[in-house]
Every structure is written in structure tokens, then in C-alpha cells.
């Protein structure tokens, strides 16, 4: 039997805003910003309050499908404009990490074209100097068959995550040095970049 280690104050505050018609209505605003605006990031605030209120799974889905819906046609629409994502930006920060997640979840489900193929585009679409770094070397444990289990526990250092840092959502240090893994996955990450010459082929017409 699983402990339930909410204390009867979080309950109770978590009942008071069910019936909080203050609440509710801010809520349902958010929700229509959302839908109206196309909003990544309002999606994102609406999702973490129906969670903490314990909202229904289709509930819960229909808000990340839209999420994951439509990041991705924000990054369709950005790749064929050649620009790229600047993650100072709340939406566009918003963007890249719902395309992140997604990608990290085909990784755990074990679809490795489909991972890797996200983490070379977000290789490609952040600039950001560490995490454009960080995405080559997801692609390339893809690449080198290095199941998701493992990456998680053998390579990804996590004990240095700041929750205050919105950064902290994407993996970006490792246990090994990253010059020493881009050694020993050189050849992936060269094929990778390789894969994406046509991105900036394309760029160039």
C-alpha cells in the first residue's frame, strides 16, 4: 500500500481551490490565452495546475497533446524560415523543451530513429553553447545503442540540478568529461552533423 504523504493542510488547500470560484475562472482564462494565443507556455502553466489539482488523465493528455502538437509545428515553421530557437524567450524556451521531452520519451520507449532525430534537430535549433553541446551527445548514445536506462544512470549526471535554473529541464552534464565522450562517439556525432548538411543546404538557397 503506497503512504499518502500529503499532510490534511495540502489537502485541504488543494480542496479549497476546487471550489475556489476565484481560482476556477483564472484557470479557465488561462485555458482560453492558451487555445487563442497558441500559447506553449500557457499550455505548460495550465498543465502543472490541473496535475497538482489531480485532474483526470484525458484531461491531462489533451493539454500535452496540444503541447507536443504544437511545438512541432512552431519547429516545422522555424526550419523552414532558418531560424533558430532563442531560449530567453519564454515560448520559444517553452517550445524546445516540450520537443525535448518528447524526444526523451521516445528514448525511453525505446523508438531510437525517432530520438535521435530530435536531438540532432535540437542540436541543430539551440545555440545556446551547452545544451546545443549536450544534444550531440544525446544523439550520438542513441546512435551508439546505449539504451535509455542506461544513459540515465551510467552517463547523465543529475546531481547538480538547480531547480531554479528553467535550463535544468534539458540534461546537460555528465559523469564522464564531454570531450572525452565526444571522443570515444566522434564517429556518431560526425555522422549526425552529416545527416544535418541538408538543414543548411537549404538554409544557403
Known sequence: M??????????LNIEALKNDTEFQDNVRLLEKEMQEQNSIAKGY?????????????ETINEIFTFIVNRAFDVLSEYLTEHKKFNLADPEEYATARAIYEHGIQRYSEKDMKGAKEIFLVLHYQIEDPEIHEAMIIHAAAVMEGIGFETFIDEFADVTHLDPEDPKSIFITEFVQPNDMIMAMWGHHMAAGKKELEVLDQDSKK
Open 2 to 11: 503506497t503512504q499518502n504523504t500529503e499532510t490534511p493542510q495540502e489537502t
Open 45 to 57: 502553466q495550465l498543465l502543472d495546475i490541473k496535475l497538482a489539482m489531480e485532474e483526470d488523465e
